[in-house]
């Protein structure tokens, strides 16, 4: 990772800390799915279509699970990213749609952060047993694997193709043309009266 990006993501972290719970489930959710928007951005033809599909108003792709879902099934992400950042969409979901009284340690909280299965550092003292550790630690390992991520399925971009040439389905009268050997054809007759 280059210098200044893993400072910007140090800085990144560390406020990350200083955030409430809800805060911290909101924004490390919101780091990922900017993640996966850049991914699919960069892996869908250029144009307006693409926008349309993934950032304008009412935008099929425009929402995190829609967003985590076709990048996996276009395989753009692995299983183990699905399920961490499923994981994560589960947490997020809980504090976005819960007025108040949500913590760390509610139980449904706790049961997902617990099913993490993100690398845990060992030693230092670190708490690696406590749910609110356990999504940070969630979130920055699949933001660092998802940094460049951008970048490396752009070399993969969808280009627009031709499928179908323009004179294998134009008309032909078979007075004037015969078919071409070996192409499937439909033939209309026009009644006679």
Same mark, same amino acid.
């Given at each position: 990772?280059?210098?200044?990006?893993?400072?910007d993501?140090?800085?990144?972290?560390?406020?990350?800390?200083?955030?409430?719970?809800? &805060?911290?489930?909101l924004?490390?959710?919101?780091? *990922?799915d900017?993640?996966?928007?850049?991914?699919?951005?960069?892996?869908?033809?250029?144009?307006?279509?693409? @926008?349309k599909?993934?950032?304008? &108003?009412?935008?099929?792709l425009g929402?995190?699970?829609?967003?985590?879902?076709?990048?996996?099934?276009?395989?753009? *992400?692995?299983?183990?990213?699905?399920?961490?950042?499923?994981?994560?969409?589960?947490?997020?979901?809980?504090?976005?749609?819960s007025?108040?009284?949500?913590?760390?340690?509610?139980?449904?909280?706790?049961?997902y952060?617990?099913?993490?299965?993100?690398?845990?550092?060992?030693?230092?003292?670190?708490?690696?047993?406590?749910?609110?550790?356990?999504?940070? @630690?969630?979130?920055?390992?699949?933001?660092?694997?998802?940094?460049?991520?951008?970048?490396?399925?752009?070399k993969?971009?969808?280009?627009?193709?031709t499928?179908?040439?323009?004179?294998?389905?134009?008309?032909?009268?078979?007075?004037?043309?015969?078919?071409?050997?070996?192409?499937?054809v *439909?033939?209309?007759?026009?009644?006679?009266?």
């Amino acid at each position: 990772m280059r210098l200044d990006h893993a400072e910007d993501l140090a800085k990144f972290v560390d406020e990350l800390k200083r955030e409430t719970d809800r &805060g911290l489930t909101l924004v490390g959710a919101a780091l *990922i799915d900017e993640k996966l928007l850049e991914t699919l951005q960069a892996f869908f033809v250029e144009g307006k279509s693409s @926008n349309k599909l993934l950032t304008e &108003g009412n935008a099929p792709l425009g929402t995190f699970s829609s967003r985590i879902e076709a990048c996996y099934a276009l395989g753009l *992400i692995d299983e183990f990213e699905y399920q961490e950042i499923g994981l994560i969409r589960k947490v997020r979901n809980e504090f976005a749609h819960s007025k108040h009284g949500l913590s760390f340690q509610t139980e449904k909280i706790k049961g997902y952060c617990s099913s993490f299965k993100s690398d845990l550092p060992q030693g230092a003292g670190f708490p690696i047993n406590d749910p609110r550790f356990r999504l940070m @630690n969630a979130v920055v390992c699949v933001v660092l694997r998802l940094y460049y991520r951008a970048a490396w399925v752009q070399k993969e971009r969808r280009e627009p193709k031709t499928w179908v040439t323009a004179d294998a389905t134009r008309w032909r009268s078979i007075e004037e043309e015969k078919p071409p050997a070996g192409v499937p054809v *439909i033939l209309m007759v026009k009644e006679k009266i």
